[in-house]
């Protein structure tokens, strides 16, 4: 069933969108129906890797195949490098494994595209923690804590 939804689009975007339609070989409005299920497909796919790695973690804090839970989660990020919650679970199963320098470094690579994400904050305090910086664990906590008190 279809249904009309009216966009208000922004001329220049407008204008982007013109000489790739008429490319491509579509009017612009079936270009952007195109352009929109693509992105609907990825926001699709993306979901279900969050949901896979939910799944994984929960397994493997029950005890499962840690190094399967990562190695599935290490592929998602590498997917969706841009998703600061693929990179957590990713982050949250290497450090599991014991992989704390590359726990890390995917959970700052969450905090750069979503600084002050409560889950990698205080995830990447634990991990500073058992690497021996404990300076820098104290401070991601006393961040993480400011959060909460708001």
Partial sequence: MTSTTTLKLPEPLKARIAPLAEAAGKTPHAWMIDA??????????????????????????????????????ARAAA???????????????????GRLDAAGKGLEAALSLRPGYPLALSLLAQVRYRSGRYEEAVRLADERIAQDRG
């Fill in 36 to 73: 929109l299920e693509a992105q609907a497909a990825l926001a699709e796919m993306r979901e279900a890797f969050i949901a896979e790695a939910e799944a994984s973690a929960a397994d493997v804090d029950a005890g499962g195949d840690a190094e399967g839970a990562r190695s599935f989660a």
């Fill in 79 to 97: 997917q969706n490098p841009d998703d600061p919650r693929v990179l957590y679970y990713a982050a949250y199963l290497d450090a599991a494994s």
